[in-house]
T-cell receptor, first 114, second 114 residues
Framework: EDQVTQSPEALRLQEGESSSLNCSYTVSGLRGLFWYRQDPGKGPEFLFTLYSAGEEKEKERLKATLTKKESFLHITAPKPEDSATYLCAVQPLGVSGSARQLTFGSGTQLTVLP | DSGVTQTPKHLITATGQRVTLRCSPRSGDLSVYWYQQSLDQGLQFLIQYYNGEERAKGNILERFSAQQFPDLHSELNLSSLELGDSALYFC?????????????FGPGTRLTVT
């Protein structure tokens, strides 16, 4: 069974204090790994897709990396507006045909204090 | 704004009742997904439709059903509602099948069963 584990569950940072969020996964072959940002009561907002080990993607203060067993979301010099829950999801190769469902982790709740 | 719309935003109903949630995908997207998000279960995949046909099913209860219409909008029907069905229900859509298939989420429908 596909599993996604995110750590830590919650993280409090001071503004400007860089850190990393972890997403470890167990899947029967990985088609893609996805990072989303979710604000309270809102729908998840797409951030990145990573397809193969060694791949990296950046967007503003965020950088996502992928290995064969885990992904990291690095946050450099965060600002209070980066406060949100960050969700990691995987899409396995094992699903057949046009099935494209995502399996999500439970998320990391990030709070950036001014 | 992801381009995915969902109605209604909020729904309050009683146990045993039936409700219908509606989703319009982004323009041009053929796949629609439904997810349920509750505090204890996180974001869980329910069902996927592609161009009107069911393509994948997750842990969707038998009391729940969905369909995708010729204009590509989708409806999720929840019947014999129980208190435990209270949750946020999200719809997501993605483009036609291919290597790039990020899912874009709507704002969600908050269902409260009393």
């Amino acid at each position: 069974e596909d599993q996604v584990t995110q750590s830590p569950e919650a993280l409090r940072l001071q503004e400007g204090e860089s850190s990393s969020l972890n997403c470890s996964y167990t899947v029967s072959g990985l088609r893609g790994l996805f990072w989303y940002r979710q604000d309270p009561g809102k729908g998840p907002e797409f951030l990145f897709t990573l397809y193969s080990a060694g791949e990296e993607k950046e967007k503003e203060r965020l950088k996502a990396t992928l290995t064969k067993k885990e992904s990291f979301l690095h946050i450099t010099a965060p600002k209070p507006e980066d406060s949100a829950t960050y969700l990691c999801a995987v899409q396995p190769l094992g699903v057949s045909g046009s099935a494209r469902q995502l399996t999500f982790g439970s998320g990391t709740q990030l709070t950036v204090l001014p | 704004d992801s381009g995915v719309t969902q109605t209604p935003k909020h729904l309050i109903t009683a146990t045993g009742q039936r409700v219908t949630l509606r989703c319009s995908p982004r323009s041009g997207d053929l796949s629609v997904y439904w997810y349920q998000q509750s505090l204890d279960q996180g974001l869980q995949f329910l069902i996927q439709y592609y161009n009107g046909e069911e393509r994948a099913k997750g842990n969707i209860l038998e009391r729940f059903s969905a369909q995708q219409f010729p204009d590509l909008h989708s409806e999720l029907n929840l019947s014999s509602l129980e208190l435990g069905d209270s949750a946020l229900y999200f719809c997501a859509s993605s483009a036609a099948l291919g290597i790039y298939y990020e899912q874009y989420f709507g704002p969600g429908t908050r269902l409260t069963v009393t």
